[in-house]
């Protein structure tokens, strides 16, 4: 290995929606403006089907994007900015025991056991929400990165390179999208985290690095999710050797029964509800692994330096017989 004093970091990989809140983000924009919900909804659910009658293909997951920007352009959302985005997401309510878990699980490196050794905790999140809601939460202080869907404001026009930034139009509300990030995608910004590429934009995220040279492992990931539409980004992490966990609102029995298929289907390693306190199963068994992970790290590393370090030459006794035989020359010599 290249560098056997690397790669000191855990990446708990969050999703949000139902993960680190009860419900969806989008709520707080729902009330802001007015907007029924339910309604707005309803109508994302339908679209995937009237644009395929027309012969367009669009994607499930994303689709509520434009539909979004259809409200802006049309009306009941006029004037929604980035910046309003990340106003209401400060309106967003957590699950029990968040942020302060996060707190808690800050603390693990600085234990007796570890503190020698440099270790970290990052938290990111990967979510098909809105990015700027999440930065604007309560939450995003503890949080390393965030891949999330982004909006445009003021795009620019055809020609725009000829003329000066003052003479370009302001639009000061969101009218373009500028990233997706479906149930698919979230596999790369595994990668990303995988290969630093979100620290350097000189790795690209496709180039081949070595196992050993990569940022933070695969192996030393626990990813947190709650369910189905998080497969893909499960089995990446699992069949990797990361650790994967379901979690469920605990007043919900169809959400239980998901969150137990997806154990019995060995898509995770375990479930449990959607409940951080500080003694909760959920909370519990994250602890758990963090420091299994750590001490695993520790023995890799032991390992790769046993491997690494020539034993040094020692002192090789004669014996008495050994000395009896010398020839009366060698007697001399020596």
């Known amino acids: 290995m290249s560098n056997p004093f690397g790669q000191n970091i855990i990446a708990c990989v969050w999703d949000f929606d139902k993960t680190l809140i009860p419900g969806y983000m989008q709520t707080p924009l729902f009330d802001h403006y007015g907007v029924k919900e339910a309604k707005f909804w309803d109508e994302v659910n339908s679209l995937p089907e009237i644009y395929s009658r027309r012969g367009c293909k669009v994607s499930k997951d994303t689709i509520y994007l434009n539909h979004l920007l259809s409200y802006v352009k049309n009306g009941p959302m006029r004037g929604l900015t980035n910046q309003k985005l990340h106003q209401l997401g400060g309106q967003l309510e957590f699950c029990k025991g968040l942020p302060e ?11 007796q056991e570890f503190i020698d050794h440099h270790f970290k905790i990052e938290h990111y999140i990967i979510s098909t929400g809105l990015a700027q809601m999440i930065k604007g939460s309560q939450i995003f202080p503890f949080v390393e990165d965030v891949f999330a869907c982004e909006f445009i404001e003021t795009p620019l026009p055809p020609n725009f390179k000829s003329q000066s930034e003052l003479s370009l139009p302001l639009e000061l509300e969101i009218s373009q999208v500028g990233m997706t990030v479906d149930n698919t995608i979230k596999t790369r910004f595994i990668f990303e985290i995988n290969k630093g590429s979100n620290k350097s934009n000189q790795i690209d995220v496709n180039a081949f690095i070595p196992h050993e040279d990569r940022r933070i492992p695969i192996e030393q ?31 919900d029995e169809k959400e239980f029964q998901q969150s137990c298929s997806l154990v019995e289907r060995g898509r995770v390693h375990n479930n449990g509800p959607a409940d951080y306190s500080n003694n909760s199963p959920t909370a519990m068994w994250i602890k758990q692994k963090v420091t299994e992970i750590f001490r695993k790290m520790i023995n890799n590393k032991e390992k790769q330096l046993a491997e690494k370090t020539s034993v040094s030459p020692k002192h090789i006794p004669h014996s008495n017989n050994q000395t009896e035989d010398f020839s009366i020359d060698q007697k001399l010599l020596w």
């Open 221 to 251: 990931m626990i990813y947190i999710a709650d369910g189905p539409s998080d497969v893909p980004v499960f089995a990446v992490v699992k069949g990797m050797g990361g650790k994967t966990y379901a979690v469920y609102n605990p007043e």
């Open 101 to 111: 878990l996060f707190e808690i699980l800050s603390t693990i490196p600085k234990n």
